[in-house]
Each structure stands twice: as structure tokens, then as C-alpha cells.
């Protein structure tokens, strides 16, 4: 059973990574994908010189990537690498990250740190600081409320997928 199913996914991986580059190499999506940039980016003008840059080698990296290897280096080529110990060694750090990333210092830490990279972003790091303050609690409690409710260990591919792993009552709650 396991090698059908490995195979399976090996196939599914092959078949939506292919699908996800011919829908990035059509040429409207990357106009509607660089308009949409554009329109992000505006505010900081900076920003909107370097996404011009870095989206046309985007794309270019785009063209050569070649779905089948990929799905292999990810893994989904071959029997799977997981063991019980890397799983339960990942369970383990997400369930001590959790309750870091509760407490109100970690956070703080964070926002502090991200406020201090603003500053190199010269005349603009009032706009900068000001989407730390709007944005960063946010995806902290973003992140919170994803490595709760998702098995994270599974989605990176240490854990099997059908690995089933409940987050103890005591972080869940806290």
C-alpha cells in the first residue's frame, strides 16, 4: 500500500507543481501578478524598484524549474524519510514554541525586532513601523492559531500525513 500511495502523491505532486508554473509563465497572470505588486508596493517607492527587479528573475527562475525535481527533493519521489523520532522531535518543539509565543515578552521581542529592521529602510520607516504595529500582533496571533490547529510536523513532511498529533490540553488552553 505504501508505495501506491507514495507513488500517488508523487504523481499529484508532479501534476499540481506543473499546473502551478504553466499558470505562472501565462503572460496575464504575471502582468495581473506585477499590477498587483505595483499597487502593494506604491506606497513605499523603494519597494516598487526592487519588486520590479526580483519579480522578472522570479519569473525567469520560474521557467526553469522542472516539477519532477522538485517533488523528488521535497521527498514525495521516493519512501518517505520520516521516523517516529524526528516526528515526535517536532512535535515536541512545536509544543515548546507555542507557549513562547503566547507569552506577551516573546511578542514584544518580536515587534521590537521588526521595528528595528524598519530603520533601514531610511524616509520610509514611519510607513514602516506603522504596518508593524497594524499588521505584526496580527500575524503573531496568525501564526498562534495556525501552529494550533494545524499539524505543522505533517505539512512540512516529518510526520506522516496521516500522523494524527492533539496539542496538549494545557497549551491548547493556555
Partial sequence: YASVHDNQVCELCDKYLTLAIDYLQNEDNQNAFVEALHMTCSQIPPLQKQ???????????VSLLKPHHICKSLNLCQPPLHSQGN???????VSQLL???KDPQTKLKIIRLLLKECKSLNNYQDKCKKMVF????????????????????????????????VLPAALADS
Wanted: charged share 25%.
Fill in 134 to 165: 497594524e499588521y505584526g500582533p496580527l500575524m503573531l496571533a496568525d501564526l498562534e492559531n495556525f501552529l494550533e490547529k494545524k499539524d505543522v510536523c505533517s505539512i512540512l513532511g516529518v510526520c506522516p500525513t496521516h500522523s494524527f498529533y
Fill in 51 to 61: 519588486a520590479d527587479r526580483y519579480t522578472q528573475r522570479f519569473f525567469t527562475q
Fill in 99 to 101: 507557549p513562547k509565543l
Fill in 87 to 93: 516526528c515526535d522531535a517536532c512535535h515536541d518543539t
